[in-house]
Protein backbone atom coordinates (compact mmCIF):
# COMPACT_ATOMS: atom_id res chain seq x y z
CA UNK A 1 0.00 0.00 0.00
CA UNK A 2 0.87 3.96 -0.15
CA UNK A 3 3.61 4.95 2.49
CA UNK A 4 4.39 8.44 3.47
CA UNK A 5 7.85 8.04 5.19
CA UNK A 6 8.76 10.92 7.71
CA UNK A 7 12.64 11.86 9.09
CA UNK A 8 13.62 12.25 11.45
CA UNK A 9 11.46 10.58 13.82
CA UNK A 10 13.19 12.33 16.86
CA UNK A 11 15.05 15.23 16.61
CA UNK A 12 16.58 16.91 20.19
CA UNK A 13 18.43 20.17 19.49
CA UNK A 14 19.31 23.55 21.11
CA UNK A 15 17.39 26.42 21.93
CA UNK A 16 18.24 28.59 18.64
CA UNK A 17 19.14 26.10 16.00
CA UNK A 18 16.87 24.97 13.13
CA UNK A 19 15.47 22.08 12.53
CA UNK A 20 13.69 20.48 9.07
CA UNK A 21 11.68 17.73 9.02
CA UNK A 22 11.03 15.66 5.83
CA UNK A 23 7.73 13.86 4.35
CA UNK A 24 8.04 11.58 1.27
CA UNK A 25 5.50 9.67 -0.74
CA UNK A 26 6.99 6.89 -1.67
CA UNK A 27 5.07 5.17 -3.92
CA UNK A 28 2.57 7.71 -5.42
CA UNK A 29 2.45 11.40 -6.66
CA UNK A 30 1.27 13.76 -3.68
CA UNK A 31 -1.06 16.15 -4.77
CA UNK A 32 -0.98 17.90 -1.55
CA UNK A 33 0.41 17.44 1.38
CA UNK A 34 -0.56 18.59 5.28
CA UNK A 35 1.15 19.44 8.21
CA UNK A 36 -0.10 18.67 11.55
CA UNK A 37 0.81 19.67 15.01
CA UNK A 38 -0.33 17.36 18.19
CA UNK A 39 0.37 18.17 21.51
CA UNK A 40 0.26 15.36 24.54
CA UNK A 41 -2.88 13.82 24.97
CA UNK A 42 -4.61 16.03 22.36
CA UNK A 43 -5.68 15.51 18.77
CA UNK A 44 -4.29 16.91 15.43
CA UNK A 45 -3.91 20.53 15.16
CA UNK A 46 -3.75 21.34 11.21
CA UNK A 47 -1.12 23.75 10.77
CA UNK A 48 -0.21 23.62 6.93
CA UNK A 49 -1.34 22.87 3.70
CA UNK A 50 1.71 22.01 1.30
CA UNK A 51 1.10 22.29 -2.41
CA UNK A 52 3.74 21.54 -5.06
CA UNK A 53 5.19 24.34 -6.81
CA UNK A 54 3.12 27.06 -4.84
CA UNK A 55 3.46 29.12 -1.71
CA UNK A 56 2.07 26.67 1.84
CA UNK A 57 -1.18 27.90 2.85
CA UNK A 58 -0.95 27.97 6.71
CA UNK A 59 -3.93 28.16 9.26
CA UNK A 60 -4.96 30.96 11.27
CA UNK A 61 -2.17 31.46 14.60
CA UNK A 62 0.51 29.49 13.12
CA UNK A 63 3.30 31.68 12.21
CA UNK A 64 4.44 31.28 8.85
CA UNK A 65 8.10 32.54 9.51
CA UNK A 66 8.89 29.81 12.32
CA UNK A 67 7.60 27.09 10.60
CA UNK A 68 9.34 27.12 6.80
CA UNK A 69 7.57 25.08 4.70
CA UNK A 70 8.92 23.95 0.90
CA UNK A 71 6.74 21.56 -1.11
CA UNK A 72 9.83 21.14 -4.15
CA UNK A 73 8.42 18.55 -5.88
CA UNK A 74 5.19 15.91 -6.12
CA UNK A 75 7.18 13.30 -3.54
CA UNK A 76 8.87 15.61 -1.16
CA UNK A 77 7.63 18.22 1.41
CA UNK A 78 9.88 19.89 4.14
CA UNK A 79 9.03 21.54 7.80
CA UNK A 80 11.59 23.50 8.73
CA UNK A 81 11.28 24.86 12.33
CA UNK A 82 13.27 28.11 12.22
CA UNK A 83 15.16 29.33 15.50
CA UNK A 84 13.41 27.03 18.13
CA UNK A 85 12.51 27.36 21.34
CA UNK A 86 11.32 25.04 23.75
CA UNK A 87 8.04 25.78 23.37
CA UNK A 88 8.14 24.50 19.95
CA UNK A 89 9.08 21.22 21.26
CA UNK A 90 5.91 18.95 20.22
CA UNK A 91 5.07 15.77 17.53
CA UNK A 92 4.98 16.63 14.34
CA UNK A 93 2.68 14.74 11.64
CA UNK A 94 2.61 14.84 7.81
CA UNK A 95 0.34 13.82 5.22
CA UNK A 96 0.33 12.95 1.60
CA UNK A 97 -3.17 12.58 -0.25
CA UNK A 98 -3.96 11.79 -3.86
CA UNK A 99 -6.94 13.72 -4.30
CA UNK A 100 -10.40 13.80 -2.34
CA UNK A 101 -11.52 10.71 -3.21
CA UNK A 102 -8.63 8.68 -1.93
CA UNK A 103 -7.57 8.70 2.14
CA UNK A 104 -4.73 10.68 3.34
CA UNK A 105 -1.48 8.76 4.50
CA UNK A 106 0.35 9.95 6.88
CA UNK A 107 3.91 9.73 8.41
CA UNK A 108 4.90 8.06 11.67
CA UNK A 109 5.66 11.41 13.15
CA UNK A 110 8.84 13.25 14.13
CA UNK A 111 8.95 14.56 18.14
CA UNK A 112 10.79 17.03 18.80
CA UNK A 113 12.48 18.26 21.63
CA UNK A 114 14.15 21.52 22.30
CA UNK A 115 16.17 21.81 25.09
CA UNK B 1 -16.82 26.19 9.33
CA UNK B 2 -16.85 22.49 9.87
CA UNK B 3 -16.52 20.62 13.18
CA UNK B 4 -16.41 16.91 14.81
CA UNK B 5 -17.33 16.54 18.41
CA UNK B 6 -16.40 13.61 20.29
CA UNK B 7 -18.11 13.84 23.28
CA UNK B 8 -16.72 10.87 25.08
CA UNK B 9 -13.18 11.68 26.29
CA UNK B 10 -12.28 7.95 27.50
CA UNK B 11 -14.18 4.52 27.21
CA UNK B 12 -13.53 0.87 28.83
CA UNK B 13 -14.69 -2.39 27.39
CA UNK B 14 -14.14 -5.90 28.02
CA UNK B 15 -12.15 -7.68 25.99
CA UNK B 16 -14.15 -10.02 23.85
CA UNK B 17 -17.17 -7.48 24.32
CA UNK B 18 -18.64 -4.63 21.69
CA UNK B 19 -18.16 -1.11 22.25
CA UNK B 20 -19.22 2.10 20.59
CA UNK B 21 -17.93 5.21 20.04
CA UNK B 22 -19.37 8.42 19.01
CA UNK B 23 -18.93 11.32 16.86
CA UNK B 24 -20.99 14.09 15.25
CA UNK B 25 -20.43 16.85 13.03
CA UNK B 26 -21.18 19.79 11.60
CA UNK B 27 -21.44 20.74 8.06
CA UNK B 28 -23.58 22.60 5.43
CA UNK B 29 -21.61 20.85 2.28
CA UNK B 30 -23.94 16.99 1.08
CA UNK B 31 -20.95 15.13 -0.42
CA UNK B 32 -17.93 14.48 2.03
CA UNK B 33 -15.82 11.93 3.52
CA UNK B 34 -15.86 10.35 7.29
CA UNK B 35 -12.86 8.45 8.99
CA UNK B 36 -12.15 6.47 12.06
CA UNK B 37 -8.33 6.54 12.60
CA UNK B 38 -6.74 4.88 15.39
CA UNK B 39 -4.03 6.27 16.78
CA UNK B 40 -1.83 3.30 19.50
CA UNK B 41 1.13 4.67 22.02
CA UNK B 42 3.53 4.85 18.79
CA UNK B 43 1.52 7.22 17.97
CA UNK B 44 1.40 6.39 14.21
CA UNK B 45 -1.87 7.13 12.11
CA UNK B 46 -4.38 4.28 10.99
CA UNK B 47 -6.59 4.40 9.26
CA UNK B 48 -9.83 2.05 10.21
CA UNK B 49 -12.74 2.87 8.23
CA UNK B 50 -13.89 5.52 5.93
CA UNK B 51 -17.92 6.48 4.62
CA UNK B 52 -18.44 8.38 1.55
CA UNK B 53 -21.56 10.44 2.55
CA UNK B 54 -23.29 9.45 -0.84
CA UNK B 55 -23.61 6.36 -0.07
CA UNK B 56 -26.27 4.85 2.58
CA UNK B 57 -24.87 1.58 3.01
CA UNK B 58 -22.84 2.03 6.50
CA UNK B 59 -19.08 0.80 5.65
CA UNK B 60 -17.41 -1.88 7.39
CA UNK B 61 -13.87 -3.89 7.85
CA UNK B 62 -13.62 -6.90 9.74
CA UNK B 63 -14.95 -6.21 13.55
CA UNK B 64 -15.46 -2.43 12.54
CA UNK B 65 -18.76 -0.74 11.34
CA UNK B 66 -20.06 2.63 11.41
CA UNK B 67 -23.71 3.53 11.82
CA UNK B 68 -23.82 6.72 9.73
CA UNK B 69 -26.40 8.99 9.62
CA UNK B 70 -26.52 11.87 7.46
CA UNK B 71 -29.52 13.89 8.78
CA UNK B 72 -28.23 13.75 12.30
CA UNK B 73 -24.81 14.39 11.12
CA UNK B 74 -23.91 11.57 13.46
CA UNK B 75 -21.37 8.73 12.74
CA UNK B 76 -20.31 6.51 15.45
CA UNK B 77 -17.86 3.57 15.05
CA UNK B 78 -18.79 -0.28 16.72
CA UNK B 79 -15.77 -2.36 17.43
CA UNK B 80 -17.05 -5.85 17.67
CA UNK B 81 -15.00 -8.62 19.55
CA UNK B 82 -12.70 -6.30 21.13
CA UNK B 83 -8.97 -7.42 21.36
CA UNK B 84 -6.51 -6.17 23.65
CA UNK B 85 -4.94 -4.59 20.62
CA UNK B 86 -7.76 -2.31 19.67
CA UNK B 87 -6.85 -0.02 22.98
CA UNK B 88 -6.16 3.32 21.26
CA UNK B 89 -6.93 6.64 20.55
CA UNK B 90 -9.62 6.70 18.06
CA UNK B 91 -10.05 9.83 16.36
CA UNK B 92 -13.57 10.92 13.98
CA UNK B 93 -12.64 12.81 11.44
CA UNK B 94 -14.12 14.98 8.44
CA UNK B 95 -12.28 16.02 4.73
CA UNK B 96 -13.65 18.35 3.12
CA UNK B 97 -14.06 18.13 -0.46
CA UNK B 98 -12.72 21.87 -1.88
CA UNK B 99 -9.61 21.45 -0.33
CA UNK B 100 -8.74 17.86 1.02
CA UNK B 101 -8.67 18.95 4.60
CA UNK B 102 -9.19 16.60 7.33
CA UNK B 103 -10.95 18.00 10.51
CA UNK B 104 -10.34 16.16 13.63
CA UNK B 105 -12.35 15.59 16.73
CA UNK B 106 -10.50 15.96 19.94
CA UNK B 107 -10.43 12.15 20.42
CA UNK B 108 -11.73 8.87 22.21
CA UNK B 109 -9.22 7.14 24.76
CA UNK B 110 -10.54 3.49 24.66
CA UNK B 111 -9.11 1.21 27.10
CA UNK B 112 -9.73 -2.83 26.85
CA UNK B 113 -9.99 -5.08 30.17
CA UNK B 114 -8.40 -8.36 30.22
Known amino acids: GAVVSQHPSWVICKSGTSVKIECRSLDFQATTMFWYRQFPKQSLMLMATSNEGSKATYEQGVEKDKFLINHASLTLSTLTVTSAHPEDSSFYICSAGRGYNQPQHFGDGTRLSIL | AQTVTQSQPEMSVQEAETVTLSCTYD???????LFWYKQPPSRQMILVIR??????QNATENRFSVNFQKAAKSFSLKISDSQLGDAAMYFC???????????FGKGTRLHILP
Open chain 2, 51 to 56: QEAYKQ
Open chain 2, 27 to 33: TSESDYY
Open chain 2, 93 to 103: AYKRPRDDKII
